[in-house]
């Protein structure tokens, strides 16, 4: 697998989609990245088989694509990359939690966040980079002010700190992240620290400064970042300010659903995908990683951004618009970090992207 190849045929590299098959998407399209314009050509899909893959990662290492499968039963499979598009690394696993929503590496362990149970999941790699059971599972516990949305815990992303001691768990049911460390015999999270933030902001993802010092936590409920310092060595996330990330709209105006937040690569930017208001807010850290400024919004070029991703050399943007069933991408002002859209491509119930 170490040979995995994620090259495509016009010489750029790969851009993977997911999506909701139960939305009609089309699983996992693999598509070709052209490195001059950043256009996307479409050139296989998965189809169904596996269900809803609504979020993926790519190990670094050897090519290897991961995805949930968002459904009630939970599960997660792995695929290699082929001239013709991804196959199969093995079957999928069952996590041992329902609804996961995101997934991440963290050494030889593969992390879910299960949305449905409010929970995470840390499942051993095979030495061919398979993921195995059983899992070790996490149970978050509490709840929120939004009797609707904050009933119970519902865990939306877990991600490892860019230290590797410490993994990061965003939890929109119980408004806090929670720190844990990973058991180095067993791969069990445990908590080593929880932060609360605002009551009813319903926390749904994060973000690292590429210092790794600062980190923005992207608010659901409410359209703002809270801005946090990261202490590395003590495993500590402390809230230092909130920021909004949209203008205050007029009584009625439709409500906004912060989806994805990313950071630059030369940390200068911030970007955040916004639901409802089907916007793209840029914010300048031109006075500082801890003051990000909104400076500008542009429209998602559809509508539902579920997922934003920034490419590797930080020009370009992708939203995933979820309703109107398309990736739409933008060049990146160097100057103002503002997106400008510069093309699209059809993607039923588009969910995710990410490069391989």
Same mark, same amino acid.
């Given at each position: 697998?170490?040979?995995?190849?994620?090259?495509?045929?016009?010489?750029?590299?790969?851009?993977? $989609?997911?999506?909701?098959?139960?939305?009609?998407?089309?699983? $996992?399209?693999?598509?070709?990245?052209?490195?001059?314009?950043?256009?996307?050509?479409?050139?296989?899909?998965?189809?169904?088989?596996?269900?809803?893959?609504?979020?993926?990662?790519?190990?670094?290492?050897?090519?290897?694509?991961?995805?949930?499968?968002?459904?009630?039963?939970?599960?997660?499979?792995?695929?290699?990359?082929?001239?013709?598009?991804?196959?199969?690394?093995?079957?999928?696993?069952?996590?041992?939690?329902?609804?996961?929503?995101?997934?991440?590496?963290?050494?030889?362990?593969?992390?879910?966040?299960?949305?449905?149970?409010?929970?995470?999941?840390?499942?051993?790699?095979?030495?061919d980079g398979r993921p195995t059971g059983p899992g070790a599972v996490l149970v978050h516990r509490g709840s929120g002010t939004d009797a609707d949305r904050q009933e119970?815990?519902?865990?939306?992303?877990?991600?490892?700190?860019?230290?590797?001691?410490?993994?990061?768990?965003?939890?929109?049911?119980?408004?806090?992240?929670?720190?844990?460390?990973?058991?180095?015999?067993?791969?069990?999270?445990?908590?080593?620290?929880?932060?609360?933030?605002?009551?009813?902001?319903?926390?749904?993802?994060?973000?690292?400064?590429?210092?790794?010092?600062?980190?923005?936590?992207?608010?659901?409920?409410?359209?703002?970042?809270?801005?946090?310092?990261?202490?590395?060595?003590?495993?500590?996330?402390?809230?230092?300010?909130?920021?909004?990330?949209?203008?205050?709209?007029?009584?009625?105006?439709?409500?906004?659903?912060?989806?994805?937040?990313?950071?630059?690569?030369?940390?200068?930017?911030?970007?955040?995908?916004?639901?409802?208001?089907?916007? $793209?807010?840029?914010?300048?850290?031109?006075?500082?990683?801890?003051?990000?400024?909104?400076?500008?919004?542009?429209?998602?070029?559809?509508?539902?951004?579920?997922?934003?991703?920034?490419?590797?050399?930080?020009?370009?943007?992708?939203?995933?618009?979820?309703?109107?069933?398309?990736v739409t991408w933008f060049d990146v002002d160097p100057l103002t970090g503002h997106p400008r859209t510069a093309g699209s491509v059809a993607v039923p119930a588009a969910t995710c992207v990410v490069f391989g």
């Open positions: 697998m170490g040979g995995a190849d994620s090259t495509d045929h016009s010489g750029g590299h790969r851009a993977y $989609i997911g999506s909701f098959t139960s939305g009609g998407g089309r699983g $996992i399209t693999t598509a070709a990245v052209d490195p001059e314009t950043g256009e996307l050509t479409p050139l296989a899909e998965t189809g169904t088989l596996l269900a809803d893959p609504s979020y993926l990662a790519v190990d670094r290492d050897t090519g290897a694509l991961y995805a949930v499968s968002e459904t009630e039963e939970g599960a997660v499979a792995a695929f290699t990359p082929t001239a013709e598009g991804l196959a199969p690394l093995g079957a999928p696993v069952r996590v041992g939690g329902s609804g996961p929503t995101h997934l991440s590496l963290a050494g030889r362990r593969l992390l879910t966040a299960n949305y449905t149970s409010g929970s995470v999941s840390s499942l051993p790699l095979a030495a119970r815990p519902h865990a939306h992303q877990v991600l490892p700190d860019p230290s590797g001691r410490w993994v990061l768990s965003v939890d929109l049911g119980t408004d806090s992240v929670r720190v844990c460390a990973l058991d180095p015999d067993t791969g069990e999270p445990r908590v080593h620290a929880e932060t609360a933030l605002r009551a009813g902001t319903g926390p749904r993802h994060l973000v690292f400064h590429p210092d790794g010092t600062v980190v923005y936590v992207l608010h659901e409920l409410v359209p703002q970042l809270t801005v946090c310092r990261w202490n590395p060595g003590a495993g500590r996330l402390e809230p230092v300010g909130e920021v909004p990330i949209a203008p205050e709209g007029p009584s009625g105006a439709v409500r906004a659903y912060p989806s994805a937040v990313v950071a630059s690569p030369d940390g200068r930017f911030v970007w955040a995908a916004i639901r409802g208001a089907d916007a $793209i807010a840029t914010l300048s850290l031109a006075d500082g990683a801890e003051k990000p400024r909104l400076t500008g919004s542009a429209g998602c070029g559809g509508s539902w951004p579920r997922d934003l991703a920034v490419d590797p050399s930080g020009r370009r943007l992708y939203a995933a618009n979820e309703h109107s069933g398309d």
